[in-house]
């Protein structure tokens, strides 16, 4: 059947705003005047709609703003970990995503610049608090010039307010994310990539913008010395002090005082020399596989290091459990029957130096002992008088940003940064001594010892916040292998990691390099190692964080110098609520443990106790057993092909 034009326009005559249904009653034109008439009619009803809806849209704005004030203000109220149960409890009508939307707008630096949108939802997208769809795009606008293109009719005054608008928000939106994920600089950091990167074309930008802001009276870019944090004013003259440094050269960051200082201090380091030894470091890494890639990060960090005295050393060593004679059947099953194992914190001095030594000397992972959330222990054998020690183990604050895991929980950003990253954990090390760890599955027996009630109720004395979950990587992974974590019913995996991560250089390299930051960038360092007001505790990711600082004081970028390898990612919830309790759907009051997760140590070693017999036997049976004890303690007396043909069999034992 063939559609007329009175069809098409009876039918459009039906599509009409509530309230107005009398509109579809409107005979269609008969005649080329009729429809000139009833054109003009609508056009007429488009304007006086159009005009209507961006008041209305502008006083929703203007709302919206001041409840996001409100909800601002409220938090800081309300106190750490309390804010989504409050807002549950106190604002009904006023979702999650609802109240984020409207603090964002509330607390962006372009408010000033919200009287251009006509509606709330534009807003939302002028200040990133949602996305734009394909919906939000004006088709007419689609073949015109960008906005960021001048008309020929702007003035000099418009043009650089367009500017400094762009150059503003960019400046946010890097801080915000080396800030928050430092791990994820590199999206901005290469954005720029034919010209510079782009942290430092901001720098570069910042001094000679200011010169044009200045001339047309508009608000400067703030700019403060990367050393001391003083704010540069128009008549101020800051420099580089490394001008003759090509990755410096462009880089005026020190204030007068500063170039001052350090003209007569014997601080800082040749960088002529330095940044080449670096980029040298990192690309002789980033040739490495996995296993030789941890073995080289190991030894670099024994050789020369005294973790403790000699005599201590060899005590630590001489303390290990080991069956009298391996070979001996039924002495040793008899032994690990009368295993007792016991979780005994880290407290003292003492105790954390004799834990160091095993952390450097049993485990193959490089250590890099960082500030923040850190909770140590040992697992020793209280049957006997000695208290040999089984294995080490020790959690920290997690990975602000972990694919899978994030995935897996249904993790927002905004949720990790209210305090809900808190209420986990990153086992970051789980290591048993030899021979008990390859002849007995020790390192099962750890990992499974970190998730019980003595580890998450030390963890909830010490920084007063429920422990729901906990996650672990192995060291090595792919699609199809399996680690012992998989064989632990407590540990879930969740998948591989697919990205890329910063090579770390030597520690001695680190080291040097982590001095230098902290002396010529002392101001960008505090503010990225400060927490944010309304979070409690120290801030997340701290080597993370140091690495994106070194590379950009070297001029270098991060995804030059990338390894990929592979780590499986597993995760442990406590609670059977536990993801709806990170992502604020329920309370802390209603979480709701697990049984698994309710045994005792005696509970746990007696599960894993005929699983040990059980792997013993059949070691024994094959003729593969391994009775020696195994320590790294005299890695860093040799050479380094001596070491790796000594050593590298071990890595991840």
Avoid at 193 to 219: K, Q, T, V, W
Avoid at 492 to 511: A, E, F, N, S, W
Avoid at 589 to 594: A, E, I, T, Y
Wanted: aromatic share 10%; charged share 25%; glycine share 6%.
């Amino acid at each position: 059947m063939k559609m007329t034009v009175e069809h098409e326009v009876a039918g459009a005559a039906a599509v009409v705003a509530p309230g107005n249904e009398t509109a579809s009653l409107t005979e269609p034109p008969k005649t080329l005047e009729e429809y000139a008439k009833a054109i003009l009619e609508a056009h007429q009803c488009v304007d006086r709609a159009d005009n209507l809806s961006k008041r209305h849209g502008r006083e929703a704005i203007a709302a919206a703003i001041k409840a996001g004030q409100y909800l601002n203000a409220a938090k800081v109220l309300v106190g750490h970990g309390n804010w989504l149960k409050w807002l549950t409890k106190n604002c009904t009508c006023v979702s999650d995503s609802t109240a984020q939307r409207y603090m964002k707008i509330a607390k962006t630096a372009h408010v000033k610049y919200l009287k251009e949108c006509a509606s709330l939802r534009q807003a939302y997208i002028f200040t990133g608090a949602i996305k734009a769809g394909h919906l939000d795009k004006n088709p007419e606008e689609q073949s015109s010039a960008s906005e960021d293109e001048p008309a020929k009719d702007e003035t000099p005054q418009v043009i650089m307010e367009k500017l400094e608008r762009k150059i503003a928000g960019c400046q946010s939106l890097y801080k915000s994310l080396v800030t928050a994920e430092p791990e994820l600089e590199d999206n901005l950091f290469n954005c720029c990539d034919e010209l510079m990167p782009l942290p430092m074309l901001l720098d570069r930008l910042h001094y000679s913008l200011n010169d044009a802001l200045y001339y047309f009276g508009l608000p400067e870019i703030q700019v403060a010395c990367v050393r001391c944090g003083r704010v540069k004013k128009p008549d101020d003259f800051f420099e580089s002090i490394y001008p003759n440094i090509p990755e410096y050269s462009a880089r005026r960051e020190w204030c007068d005082e500063c170039i001052a200082f350090h003209a007569t201090s014997k601080q800082g380091m040749d960088l002529a020399v330095e940044i080449p030894a670096l980029v040298a470091d990192l690309t002789d890494l980033k040739r490495l596989s996995v296993k030789d890639y941890t073995f080289a990060l190991k030894y670099y960090q024994l050789v020369g290091t005294t973790v403790a005295a000699p005599s201590i050393i060899a005590a630590a060593e001489g303390n290990v459990w080991a069956p009298a004679d391996l070979e001996n059947e039924r002495d040793t099953i008899a032994a690990i029957k009368r295993l007792s194992p016991k979780i005994v914190i880290v407290k003292d001095k003492a105790a954390h130096v004799l834990w160091n030594i095993y952390r450097h000397f049993v485990s193959s992972a490089v250590n890099y002992p960082t500030p923040g959330r850190y909770i140590k222990f040992f697992v020793v054998d209280a049957s006997q008088s000695g208290k040999p020690v089984l294995g080490i183990g020790a959690i920290s604050g997690d990975f602000p940003a972990l694919g899978h895991r994030d995935d897996f929980i249904g993790w927002t950003k905004e949720q990790k940064e209210d305090g809900k990253l808190n209420h986990t954990a990153i086992a970051s090390t789980i290591v048993a001594t030899q021979p008990f760890g390859f002849n007995f599955n020790g390192g099962k027996l750890i990992a499974t010892l970190i998730t019980s009630p003595q580890i998450r109720d030390e963890w909830q004395s010490q920084y007063g916040d429920v422990l729901a979950g906990m996650t672990t990587t192995s060291l090595y992974a792919s699609a199809k292998s399996l680690s012992m974590y998989d064989q632990i019913d407590e540990w879930k995996r969740l998948g591989v990691t697919t990205g890329k991560m910063p090579i770390l250089p030597k520690p001695d390299i680190y080291r040097k390099w982590l001095e230098f930051i902290k002396y010529s960038r002392a101001h960008e360092f505090k503010e990225m190692m400060t927490q944010d007001a309304d979070v409690s505790g120290p801030v997340t990711n701290y080597k993370g964080r140091v690495l994106a600082m070194i590379y950009k004081a070297a001029g270098l970028k991060l995804t030059d110098f990338q390894h990929g390898h592979r780590r499986g990612i597993y995760f442990s919830e406590f609670y059977e609520n536990t993801r709806d309790f990170l992502c604020g759907r329920v309370p802390e009051d209603d979480l709701k443990m697990k049984p698994l997760f309710q045994e005792t140590v005696q509970q746990i070693t007696d599960r894993w106790r005929e699983q040990a017999i059980k792997r013993y036997q059949t070691l024994k049976a094959k003729g593969d057993l391994k009775p020696q004890k195994h320590s790294y303690s005299q890695l860093g007396q040799m050479d380094f092909q001596t070491a790796r043909k000594t050593f590298l069999d071990d890595v991840g034992r």
